[in-house]
């Protein structure tokens, strides 16, 4: 087998038995087995466990940030060079959503492998996704454009809650169907994108909104003793 088709045979077999099992519960040998190479040639084109997990989760977080990063281009060139701040996190949480969660994603290995990352934490993704957040900068810095009044903070805040609503949907989703009896809807995921959408949009606009009232309101002196 070429180099090349060694390297790729071996992602591919690594993916599908994460997916399948997690992280913690597949070994290089296993992987060896599933691609039907020997173990020196993952050692020679990885070097360990946690580089070939590394690299199948760069690999596939490159291709969702590289689209969210698109939407947002794309949403600011409409308005301008300012985008509405529903547009800018239908950009940023639209292609983790969908890259995870309805029928046909869901059965996908790289779906599947997705969930396992955000479900498991394992050492060499934490390190990834603390290190790599230039994109998200790019979102917060369009999310100050959009609400120039908001504090800065208030901005890394409804980033932050933004990603978490979107991150528990999808780790969750089998016990929210269980917890409504199936009523919420799991395979429409342009109504989920929305209600993220929605909730982050709220959570930042009430909590300009409980500031002012803060500023603006009397302050109350406590009562003079006699």
């Known amino acids: ?27 290089l040998r296993d992987i060896v087995a599933e691609a ?20 199948l989760f760069v690999t596939r977080s490159i291709a ?16 301008g060079g300012r985008a509405d701040i529903d547009e800018i996190l239908r950009a ?5 959503l969908r890259g995870c969660l309805g029928p046909e994603n869901q059965r996908s290995t790289a779906a599947r492998f997705m969930i396992r990352a955000s479900i498991e934490s394992v050492p060499p993704i934490r390190r990834i996704k603390n290190r790599e957040i230039d994109h998200l ?5 369009a999310m100050r454009r959009a609400l120039p ?15 978490a609503m979107a991150h528990h949907t999808i780790r969750e989703s089998e016990r929210l169907t269980k917890l409504s009896d199936g009523k919420c809807d799991l395979d429409d995921v342009e109504v989920i ?13 009430g909590a300009e909104t409980q500031r002012s009232n803060t500023t603006t309101a009397p302050r109350r002196t406590a009562p003079l003793l006699r």
């Not at 997916?19 to 913690?24: S, T």
């Not at 908001?150 to 933004?162: C, K, M, S, T, Y």
């Not at 994108?193 to 606009?205: D, F, M, N, Q, Y």
């Open 1 to 27: 087998m070429a180099s090349d088709q060694t390297r790729t045979a071996i992602l591919a077999a690594a993916e599908r038995l994460y997916a399948d099992r997690g992280f913690a519960d597949v070994t």
């Open 36 to 55: 039907n190479v020997n173990l020196a040639a993952v050692n020679y084109h990885f070097g360990s466990k946690d580089e070939l997990i590394a690299e």
């Open 64 to 79: 969702t940030n590289r689209e969210r990063l698109h939407k947002l281009r794309a949403a600011e060139e409409k308005g």
């Open 92 to 96: 940023l949480v639209g292609p983790t």
């Open 137 to 141: 900068r790019k979102f917060a810095a």
């Open 149 to 163: 009044d908001r504090d800065e903070v208030e901005i890394f805040w409804g980033l932050h809650f933004a990603l």
């Open 193 to 205: 994108i929305e209600r993220v959408v929605s909730v982050a949009v709220a959570g930042l606009r």
